[in-house]
């Protein structure tokens, strides 16, 4: 029997909680929030600031860090994203679709409030393209340049 199977991975199966769903959502209202009361940025710079932030965070936490920080399924996860081990590899699960549109959306939000300024356009694009590239089935257990490869590979 295939244990990555019959065996649940406590280090990805929390992001099938709506709660979770809700908590990443909260989140970002948070950041938002938290750069809206910086004095001296503008509406136009916390927007940008709020997308650049939440898309580099949860590029660290899903497509950067690897393994499991549990001893269990004998290191079966070792070298795995959290994207990787989510839904045990299956493409286009809810889970997927749902953490591939929150930066969608927080894209287009960012370039509606910035008026679509060029440069800032650009930036937003460019934060957008890294997380949105992490994320595609063609990059399931590519490392780039070998960039973050375990020694495993």
Do not use: C
Request: net charge negative.
């Amino acid at each position: 029997m295939d244990n990555s199977v019959s065996q649940t991975n406590p280090n990805s199966t929390w992001v099938n909680l709506r709660g979770s769903w809700l908590t990443n959502l909260l989140v970002m209202v948070v950041i938002r929030l938290g750069m809206a009361i910086v004095p001296g940025i503008s509406t136009e710079a916390s927007w940008t600031l709020t997308n650049l932030t939440y898309n580099a965070s949860t590029f660290i936490m899903f497509h950067w860090v690897t393994g499991i920080p549990f001893d269990l399924n004998q290191n079966e996860y070792e070298g795995l994203t959290l994207w990787e081990q989510i839904d045990n590899g299956e493409q286009f699960t809810p889970t997927k679709k749902y953490f591939t549109a929150l930066p969608i959306g927080l894209f287009l939000i960012s370039t509606h409030y910035t008026h679509y300024d060029v440069p800032t356009f650009i930036v937003n694009l460019t934060s957008l393209l890294v997380v949105l590239v992490a994320k595609l089935p063609a990059m399931h257990k590519v490392r780039i340049f070998g960039i973050n490869k375990s020694y495993a590979d």
